[in-house]
């Protein structure tokens, strides 16, 4: 039985790539042209799962996509750490020289920007979804304009790689997460890293006691985000990512901050991407 799967993007997309990793062919793709979509189509029960960009090396967090799971109550189940490589890609028997204009991502552009600037007559369009641009030009054989998109959009939709790793930076990868509506059954050996968050007193050092909680039951810290709690002023939520090596110190970091803190939630427990 096939994996229904909300991707936020087009076939092609390093979504999509990110579903295939774990899930191998035996998918089948909820397009979404919006992360509110991708939930929305959770919710509704018409995916199963759900593939979210959390965070990228040069970018930062995606902030919002920490709030659509927290106010959905959604349950970070995995994770995968994505290589992103940015390819130039265009209708078959075109050369460089015969490209206009290139739509994309407005990340996509800004992380080539360096690449196109030997390229001034090519114009930058900025578009919805790298892969679904790609998916655009094939479907309507538009010529003169190029994606960029990951070389599995070029394989799926019979588009020519006109250059390879156009991207400024090359050490440049994406935080995923895989999300559903449900809490899942993880074998204890199988979890080393969960995703929480808890509200504090607004007063001096409540932030750094629970750092030192975590700290004292040996847990790593590998990720602290800040997001203000809607209609209360000057009060935060701290989103934090930790790993750790015994599951038990984990229940007792976890049983500590639920006594600590206002409010205290859990996100996620899984395997940690990292390799």
Known sequence: ????????????????????????????????????????????????????????????????????????????????????????????????????????????????????????????????????VAKRIAKENLKGIAAIAPKIAADIFGLQVLEDEIQTIKQNSTRFVIVQTTEPNHRVNQINKASLKFQLDHKRGSLATILNVLSDCKMNLTKIQSLPVIKTPWKYSFFVDITFDDYKDYQKAESIIEIMAEEFKILGTYKSGRK
């Open 1 to 132: 039985m096939k994996k229904i799967i909300a991707i936020q993007g087009a076939q092609g997309s390093n979504h999509h790539k990110v579903a295939k990793d774990f899930y191998g062919d035996n998918i089948q793709l909820i397009e979404c042209m919006s992360f509110d979509a991708l939930v929305d189509s959770l919710l509704k029960g018409e995916a199963s799962l759900g593939v979210m960009a959390l965070e990228n090396t040069i970018a930062g967090s995606i902030i919002p996509n920490y709030a659509l799971i927290d106010s959905n109550n959604l349950h970070i189940i995995d994770e995968e750490y994505l290589n992103i490589h940015h390819h130039l890609m265009a209708l078959k028997g075109q050369d460089i020289s015969d490209i206009k204009e290139v739509w994309s991502h407005p990340m996509a552009l800004l992380q080539c920007k360096e690449f196109f600037k030997n390229h001034p007559q090519i114009k930058l369009v900025e578009d919805v979804d790298t892969a679904e």
